[in-house]
């Protein structure tokens, strides 16, 4: 059964250093997101993604994030600057189309940022 | 703005027995939809089961049914005949109704333990 992946499962990194998180959604989904959840803390929406474009961001989505579909198969979550406050979990999520369609998710990419 | 609460950080049942999660959500949407969403250790959140907010009757799913009370914001999740596969963590969510693709707004999560 096609999955969500991404990769690495696990990135540290220290302050102020850009970190790229890589998803490879399922093929034929057209919708992707971003999802973080710190630790002990909901899992909270970043960005939705659609015809290459953003569709939809939350006040977290600021300026230090951006989110790129470099390839036909990749996507991927950018933070240029880390902050402490960055560490998280990170989950990407696809779906086929839009509508109430089920978003399949990925197993997350643990950030630590020291 | 939606929020979803989960009052139960973790709960533990015996095998084969029955155990219900609590969830509420509070919003101004009157047309939405609210799932349930599994994490096994180490694995991917999969949806367990999913009910729209104009349907009156309850959804199941094998051993895995709901109890919606719209007016009371209330959509607790009832697991029977637990299995020690149903270790998890689990999350309650919510979407509104719109057109286009809307974020999932989570709760915190309930961590179920299954006992042998």
């Known amino acids: 059964e096609p999955e969500v992946t991404q990769t690495p499962s696990h990135q540290v990194t220290q302050m102020g250093q850009e970190v790229i998180l890589r998803c490879v959604p399922i093929?034929?989904?057209?919708?992707f997101y971003w999802y973080r959840q710190i630790l002990g803390q909901k899992v909270e929406f970043l960005v939705s993604?659609?015809?290459?474009?953003?569709?939809?961001k939350s006040e977290i989505f600021d300026d230090q994030f951006s989110v790129e579909r470099p390839d036909g198969s990749n996507f991927t979550l950018k933070i240029r600057s880390t902050k402490l406050e960055d560490s998280a979990m990170y989950f990407c999520?696809?779906?086929?189309?839009?509508?109430?369609?089920?978003?399949?998710f990925g197993p997350g990419t643990r950030l630590t940022v020291l | 703005a939606q929020t979803v609460t989960q009052s139960q950080p973790e709960m533990s049942v015996q095998e084969a027995e029955t155990v219900t999660l609590s969830c509420t959500y509070d919003?101004?949407?009157?047309?939405?939809?609210l799932f349930w969403y599994k994490q096994p250790p180490s694995r991917q959140m999969i949806l367990v089961i999913r009910?729209?907010?104009?349907?009156?009757q309850n959804a199941t799913e094998n051993r895995f049914s709901v109890n919606f009370q719209k007016a009371a914001k209330s959509f607790s999740l009832k697991i029977s005949d637990s299995q020690l596969g149903d270790t998890a963590m689990y999350f309650c969510?919510?979407?509104?109704?719109?057109?286009?693709?809307?974020?999932?707004?989570f709760g915190k999560g309930t961590r179920l333990s299954v006992i042998a």
């Open positions: 093929s034929n989904h057209l919708y």
């Open positions: 969510a919510f979407m509104k109704l719109h057109s286009g693709n809307t974020p999932l707004v």
């Open positions: 993604f659609y015809n290459n474009e953003i569709s939809e």
């Open positions: 919003t101004s949407e009157s047309n939405y939809y």
């Open positions: 999520a696809s779906s086929p189309s839009d509508y109430l369609d089920e978003q399949f």
């Open positions: 009910q729209e907010a104009y349907k009156q």
